[in-house]
């Protein structure tokens, strides 16, 4: 039905950045808020940003600043971008979107993850 596809991952050093895009492709009627989550080895699944369908957005205290989250919603792509990467921002990148199709209604989607490596 629906799916989301995250790219533009990989390994960068500490300082560098990092842009991640996610797109979302199905049967799609409309997207409300779409984000950024990441999950570390061993840790729980954090909220990282997330961006409404007005562009109103909010972000994790740890990456305020150094992140920034925007969307095209004619494209139904989301994007992080990464500035000053640290090394505990490596993770693996999840996004998901809350979608409103009109066979199932309205419901979240998971993107398959992408990993981002910060060396230092």
């Known amino acids: 039905q629906v799916q989301l596809v995250e790219s533009g991952g990989g390994l960068v050093q500490a300082g560098g950045s990092l842009r991640l895009s996610c797109a979302a492709s199905g049967s799609i009627f409309s997207i409300n808020a779409m984000g950024w989550h990441r999950q570390a080895p061993g840790k729980q699944r954090e909220l990282v940003a997330v961006i409404t369908r007005g562009g109103s957005t909010n972000y994790a205290d740890s990456v305020k600043g150094r992140f920034t989250i925007s969307r095209d919603n004619a494209k139904n792509t989301v994007y992080l971008q990464m500035n000053s990467l640290k090394p505990e921002d490596t993770a693996v990148y999840y996004c998901?979107?809350?979608?409103?199709?009109?066979?199932?209604?309205?419901?979240?989607?998971w993107g398959q993850g992408t990993q981002v490596t910060v060396s230092s």
């Open positions: 998901n979107a809350d979608v409103l199709t009109l066979v199932i209604g309205q419901r979240g989607y």
